[in-house]
């Protein structure tokens, strides 16, 4: 079976990627445990297990305000810092996010935008509850990012005309919503953002980089007069500010300058200096210093597990958090510190439970939930548990995956897997709460998170290696640990599908499309078949994005046709299931239109699914509900010959 897919994939033989080093795993050590009480899970639990959005601690640290889906949408709520019952502050069919309580405290910001269109608008809303108002009301100018200037009465947002690529920094008067541009960018692949605020208001600190994050600037920016002078900045590498001190002096900063690797540094903007934490070979990520700038958060990714540390200004000391492993970062908007500096706000989530909130007792080290977003059905003892591996691919370079292992399986080479890779590219599969996998584990199938070259966590060269070559040594990549999978004994090589969303979307397509053989099943969502339509139709920053992977759409037309799956869609033997939202800007809804009409001409069994003022994702929680019932539904029938449900 293999030999005869790989033809479609006859690509030159190429040396090995560079990335971390790590020990190849034996398949034959994977292990299904034994659980009497294991059980599918059911999908309402797993949806309605609350998410996890934006959060920020209020100005007198008495209360959280979070994102989350209580009531099946993502609307605004605040608890008591020390754990409670939450309260509503906002209602909403529409997603909102980007939480900025004001200085006084009296009120909150966020953004909204209509259906998943992206186009956010900045709200306010009393922070003790009362009316909602769209402060910019700008249907055709996305607003975000918003930071506060000392004063109260202004901040610096982050703009972008929907009919531009690139990404601009304006003012904003908090009473009137009136913006102001202050830094106008005239190459729509670049991007700004603000970091913060310095010299009480008359500069801040700003970051420019490029649009597939391989490129980062350091920025000053003088206020209002827009005048700017580049602090850090060098061809090809990346200088992201994430904080500076209250004196304007440190600048923590997450670069890969000299390495290929990115690392976290603090620069001192008054000599000059560079200080660096201890090496590692995994990616490291500055963070927020503490209000008395003595302490500063670092976040370090090894192998899709992170680490939440904090550090010594001082020493660089790093002290991890009390948290169990998975994948724990820092949460609140412009800090995760409290007023008074004493708390931190984390977030911890891991494969055998949903993401929680947690504070930690800066004096003690303590760490403890303040949240339960998950339901009561959702015991850590009876959900499936993962494990990292590290396989071999067609060209020796190392990729590591995600494998998630159904209880009760027996090692006789019957059971079925799916293949689950990322979106992005530039992304990364992490060792979290994953309610696909969940579900699918539970029910008898292995599942692989392949984070294949072209992800981010392994390097710049890594990350590079995909580069014109979509669909290509990736896509060997997820071969590879299917076999992985098959060599572990468990698997039957004829019950292994594939399904992802966005880039996984597309991995599902090129997949059943370019090595017809491989797969028994697909199910994508919001996927790409056609790079030349999806450059015509997309958004014109994501077009920057495409072109940071593929080339100009005229000048290198056949990468363009090489690299789409309708190039060999007519391949295709495996039934295929889409599901699409119907307003989403990045993938919009023609390229399954496109997928749909070709199955239904060459008599492929297929499904295609549009779900009403959904963007990029499903938001809705009827529509996870639906969308994860049809993708279980589908394997279950073409994989493991179940009667289709009514």
């Known amino acids: 079976m293999a030999s005869a897919s790989l033809i479609f994939l006859a690509v030159p033989a190429t040396a090995q990627v560079p990335s971390p080093e790590r020990p190849v795993s034996n398949p034959a050590e994977l292990e299904s445990p034994t659980n009497p009480d294991a059980v599918p899970v059911p999908v309402e639990d797993l949806s309605y297990s609350r998410t996890l959005g934006a959060t920020a601690w209020s100005r007198d640290g008495n209360e959280i305000f979070l994102v989350t889906n209580l009531t099946g949408r993502n609307n605004i709520w605040k608890i008591p810092a020390t754990g409670g019952w939450p309260v509503q502050l906002t209602r909403s069919e529409e997603r909102q996010g980007g939480l900025m309580p004001s200085l006084d405290g009296r ?18 809303v009393p922070a003790n509850g009362g009316p909602v108002r769209n402060l910019t009301n700008t249907p055709e100018l996305r607003e975000t990012s918003l930071i506060i200037a000392p004063n109260g009465q202004r901040g610096v947002i982050a703009t972008k005309l929907q009919s531009e690529g690139q990404v601009n920094l304006a003012l904003i008067d908090l009473t009137s919503g009136r913006t102001t541009p202050l830094v106008t960018e005239p190459d729509p692949a670049l991007r700004w953002a603000p970091v913060a605020w310095i010299e009480d208001g008359k500069a801040l600190i700003a970051v420019r980089s490029n649009a597939n994050s391989t490129m980062a600037e350091v920025w000053r920016v003088d206020v209002p007069s827009g005048a700017k002078r580049l602090m850090l900045g060098q061809p090809g590498t990346i200088y992201e500010a994430s904080d500076v001190t209250a004196d304007g002096r440190l600048v923590a900063v997450t670069t890969n300058q000299e390495t290929g690797q990115l690392r976290a540094g603090i620069y001192d903007t008054k000599t000059s200096a560079w200080r660096w934490l201890k090496p590692t070979p995994w990616e490291q990520s500055a963070g927020s210093f503490s209000p008395d700038g003595r302490t500063l958060t670092v976040t370090r990714n ?31 908007a412009d800090t995760p510190f409290s007023p008074d500096g004493g708390r931190v706000l984390a977030i911890h989530s891991g494969a055998d439970r949903p993401s929680d909130l947690q504070l930690v007792d800066l004096a003690s080290g303590n760490a403890r939930p303040i949240t339960a977003m998950g339901v009561a059905s959702l015991k850590s003892e009876t959900l499936p548990k993962t494990r990292i591996v590290t396989y071999k691919s067609f060209d020796g370079t190392l990729i590591s995956a995600i494998v998630t292992m159904p209880f009760n399986l027996k090692r006789d080479g019957t059971n079925p897997a799916i293949l689950l890779p990322h979106g992005g590219p530039t992304g990364q599969s992490r060792d979290g709460f994953n309610r696909t996998a969940t579900a699918l584990a539970s029910r008898g199938y292995i599942v692989m998170q392949p984070n294949v070259r072209g992800s981010t966590g392994y390097g710049q060269p890594f990350q590079n290696a995909n580069y014109q070559d979509l669909g290509g040594g990736d896509l060997r990549d997820v071969i590879a640990g299917k076999q992985f999978l098959i060599d572990s004994g468990y698997v039957d090589p004829d019950k292994v599908g594939i399904t992802g969303g966005s880039y996984g979307g597309y991995m599902t397509l090129i997949a059943l499309a370019r090595t017809p053989d491989e797969f028994a099943a697909g199910a994508q969502l919001f996927g790409i078949i056609n790079w030349f339509s999806m450059y015509d139709t997309a958004d014109a920053l994501l077009q920057q994005y495409l072109i940071s992977l593929l080339g100009d759409p005229v000048r290198d037309r056949e990468v363009y046709a090489s690299n789409s799956p309708i190039t060999y869609i007519r391949n295709i033997k495996a039934p295929l299931l889409s599901l699409q939202g119907d307003r989403d800007i990045r993938v919009p809804r023609g390229q399954a239109e496109e997928v ?3 199955l239904a001409e060459i008599g492929i069994p297929n499904e295609t699914v549009f779900y ?6 499903f938001a809705k929680r009827e529509n996870q509900i639906d969308s994860l019932r049809r993708i279980i539904d589908w394997f279950d029938r073409h994989l493991k010959g179940a009667t289709p449900s009514p």
């Open 107 to 124: 009120v909150l910001y966020f953004t909204q935008d209509v259906g998943g269109d992206e186009q956010f608008d900045i709200f306010a």
């Open 302 to 332: 090894e192998d899709g597990r992170t680490i939440a540390s904090l550090v010594n200004v001082e020493t660089l000391a790093e002290t991890p958090l009390a948290l169990p492993p998975g994948t724990n970062g820092f949460a609140g």
């Open 596 to 598: 749909a009409a070709i």
């Open 612 to 617: 009403r003022d959904e963007g990029h994702g």
